[in-house]
Nanobody, 115 residues
Framework: QVQLLESGGGLVQPGGSLRLSCAAS????????MGWYRQVSGKQRELVAT???????NYADSVKGRFTISRDNAKNTVYLQMNSLKPEDTAVYYC?????????WGKGTLVTVSS
């Protein structure tokens, strides 16, 4: 069983920064790919960024150059550094872990970008 716990969400002004963290617990393998997705009420959940066990990162076009995903394998934690935030980044951000054909999700953390 794998559990994911996100933290770091909150209210920030446009142009500001936030850092999200997601700590994974349970049977975690180094081969796991971890990532962040986001969802706005009434819309589909969308990819933000993913990172493989070999630190290969993939980003949605909308966040390239502004967001950075990283991971600490020793702590089973993935981070999302979000800079130059825009109102359209407002969403619930979900942590995701994929390993051995299984997909796990956290409960989400709300990010609100507003003046």
């Amino acid at each position: 069983q794998v559990q994911l716990l996100e933290s770091g969400g909150g209210l920030v002004q446009p142009g500001g920064s936030l850092r999200l963290s997601c700590a994974a617990s349970g049977s975690i393998f180094r081969i796991a790919t971890m990532g962040w997705y986001r969802q706005v009420s009434g819309k589909q959940r969308e990819l933000v960024a993913t990172i493989t066990s070999g630190d290969s990162a993939n980003y949605a076009d909308s966040v390239k150059g502004r967001f950075t995903i990283s991971r600490d394998n020793a702590k089973n934690t993935v981070y999302l550094q979000m800079n130059s935030l825009k109102p359209e980044d407002t969403a619930v951000y979900y942590c995701n872990l994929v390993q051995l054909g299984m997909i796990y999700w956290g409960k989400g953390t709300l990010v609100t970008v507003s003046s």
